[in-house]
């Protein structure tokens, strides 16, 4: 029986519509469909409309992108939750246990209901913080004046109820007896009655298994990029091949060549630099803050100037990066916007404003999901913005001033690794901050404690190892993961 339960939930309710494979962090639209993150958010970037909305892949409605971005969408928890009492099952629970948890389960499917049992006609759209309970309007007039009130759309699956082995098994089930339809409108709508005895516990869907870091980072390289006319150094800028890396001296205004190691190789001078990208045809795009000249200027690794892109267009070019497509995008700090610019043609491809950010500096694309990430200097409010390929804000880092944890001072240099994390230079407090690339936090891989000064710079090379940059010229590369 249990054997049966396990094929069918997995064939009719854990199963994605769109991949066809089982859901990897499922999410609800207003419509009560559900789909993977990753799949809904790949279809609604390419298939939006002008008025930012996007058809749901199975009724076709008219969905409007949520105003924090699309990881706004509600989790469905039921599904996740499902997901990993069936895979905990697989691997060898008992079938009394298995029995237990599939009632679990199946219980609470039938206690999720869409309307509200007292005024069968209105929708649950609120949660009432004080009373741990879902509300419909008329609960809300007249139960509920005064409570702490919060949008059903706004509250964390966090504090949502998921199923235990506690609840009583003595719920009979019958492969095919829910019917499709119902099924997708009761796990669809992730509301579950107070009065249900299910534990408020967390759950961590199973997830690919990802590198594990060393307990202790090793100092693998580490070198002075002051070179003997040096009267001053300010390294702002960072890159690094396979066998080399580029410094970018914002006081000298020139681009250093190194080897890995530290031996010096050449210079070249780029009039009033700020960042630098290395692609992988072998061009540096340096960002310039010229009095005349506000663009992005090209050279070869060998120091030979090429061209320039962004000229009368860009105000104040900060941070640059390149893109999963080769194309080269730029932080203005002046227009407070991106610029996307063709890597070889220099022609203005994309601009995506950044109204939430007060002093935009650096800027990433994350290789795994083509996020973007932004580091605002922002000193009362220092953070780093992660936002969708097409600029709608996903999630931020710190928002606060200080040296506690989940707090920054002066964010500057950003940059991410093969596996989708994101690391930060957290200048004033002279660390370098790990997080997933969902914005986690996983730790420090350097601090002040390992002899890290004013980190203003990051890459990741080839080797999988993290470069870094400190203000006054050292360039120290780290081995983070076993």
Excluded at 38 to 67: K, V, Y
Excluded at 277 to 303: F, N, P, W
Aim: charged share 20%; aromatic share 8%; hydrophobic share 35%.
């Amino acid at each position: 029986m249990a054997e049966a339960l396990a094929a069918d939930i997995k064939e009719n309710i854990l199963t994605c519509s769109i991949c066809l494979g089982e859901y990897e962090d499922p999410r609800v639209l207003p419509c009560y469909h559900t789909f993977c993150y990753g799949c809904i958010s790949d279809h609604a970037t390419h298939s939006q409309n002008p008025n930012r909305t996007f058809l749901c892949p199975s009724c076709r409605e008219e969905i409007s992108f949520p105003a924090g971005g699309l990881n706004q969408l509600k989790k469905n928890f039921v599904l996740s939750k499902t997901k990993d009492i069936i895979t905990k099952q697989q691997v060898g629970q008992t079938l009394e246990e298995e029995q237990t948890k599939v009632a679990a389960v199946t219980q609470a499917i039938e206690q999720m209901t869409i309307c509200c049992k007292k005024h069968p006609k209105n929708e649950f759209k609120y949660c009432c913080e004080d009373d741990n309970t879902v509300i419909c309007e008329k609960c809300l007039a007249k139960e509920h004046g005064g409570h702490r009130i919060s949008s059903v759309k706004q509250v964390t699956m966090e504090k949502t109820p998921v199923p235990t082995p506690d609840t009583p098994a003595k719920i009979s089930y019958s492969p095919g007896k829910i019917p499709a339809a119902g099924r997708e409108a009761m796990l669809g709508q992730v509301t579950v009655q107070s009065q249900s005895p299910l534990a408020g516990q967390g759950t961590n869907p199973t997830s690919a298994p990802h590198p594990v870091f060393l307990e202790k980072v090793k100092c693998v390289y580490s070198f002075s990029s002051k070179l003997k006319d040096d009267t001053r150094i300010i390294i702002m800028g960072l890159a690094a091949d396979g066998t080399h890396v580029f410094a970018l001296d914002f006081s000298s205004g020139r681009t250093k060549k190194f080897t890995n190691a530290g031996d010096f190789m050449h210079v070249f001078a780029v009039y009033k630099p700020y960042d630098l990208a290395l692609s992988q045809t072998g061009r540096l795009y340096i960002s310039s803050h010229g009095s005349v000249d506000k663009c992005v200027q090209v050279y070869s690794t060998a120091g030979e100037y090429l061209t320039s892109m962004g000229c009368g267009v860009l105000q104040k070019p900060w941070g640059v990066t390149l893109n999963r497509q080769g194309h080269v995008m730029v932080c203005d700090g002046g227009k407070k916007s991106i610029f996307t610019f063709h890597a070889d043609s220099g022609e203005l491809l994309n601009t995506i404003p950044l109204s939430m950010c007060k002093i935009p500096a650096y800027i990433t694309v994350n290789s795994v999901n083509d996020n973007i990430v932004i580091s605002d200097m922002d000193w009362d409010k220092p953070c780093v913005h992660v936002l969708s390929p097409t600029g709608d804000q996903l999630y931020q880092y710190g928002g606060t001033q200080g040296s506690g944890d989940g707090q920054l001072k002066i964010p500057q240099g950003v940059c991410t690794d093969s596996y989708g994390h994101i690391f930060i230079a957290d200048t004033a407090n002279h660390r370098i901050v790990a997080l997933s690339s969902q914005g986690q936090f996983i730790r420090y891989i350097a601090t002040k404690d390992d002899g890290l000064k004013l980190p203003v710079a990051l890459a990741i090379n080839p080797a999988g190892q993290l470069v870094v940059a400190e203000q006054w010229g050292t360039v120290k590369t780290f081995q983070y993961l076993q």
